[in-house]
Nanobody, 126 residues
């Protein structure tokens, strides 16, 4: 099993940037894909981005494509979400998640993820 901890959230003005980090501990010797999800206030949780174990494939929601970049450093058991050109609509609690061990393909559905962090708040002011 994995334990995930997010960091890097905060308050930023529109047009600014943040980089979120998610560090895994536990069964880190297994390979697994990772994803980022977010839940804006009063709205449903949505997929933001995902990345395969080897980082050869990625997924981005249309709303963030061209602005956000997902990456990972498996030696550090960490996945990142670089968020540029932030907009007020990006305000949400951001969660990182991991698929089951040996599930290495990047997927968008949250039901495919079994390990979740506690979330980190991102607030973008106008």
């Amino acid at each position: 099993q994995l334990q995930l901890v997010e960091s890097g959230g905060g308050l930023v003005q529109a047009g600014g940037s943040l980089r979120l980090s998610c560090t895994a501990s536990g069964r880190t010797y297994s390979r697994y894909a990772m994803g980022w999800f977010r839940q804006p206030p009063g709205k449903e949780r949505e997929g933001v981005s995902s990345i395969s174990w080897s980082a050869d494939t990625t997924y981005y929601a249309e709303s963030v494509k061209g602005r956000f970049t997902i990456s990972r450093d498996n030696a550090k058991n960490t996945v990142y979400l670089q968020m540029n050109s932030l907009e007020p609509e990006d305000t949400a609690v951001y969660y990182c998640a991991a698929r089951a061990p040996l599930r290495t393909a990047a997927v968008a559905r949250d039901s495919e993820y079994v390990y979740w962090g506690q979330g980190t708040q991102v607030t973008v002011s106008s």
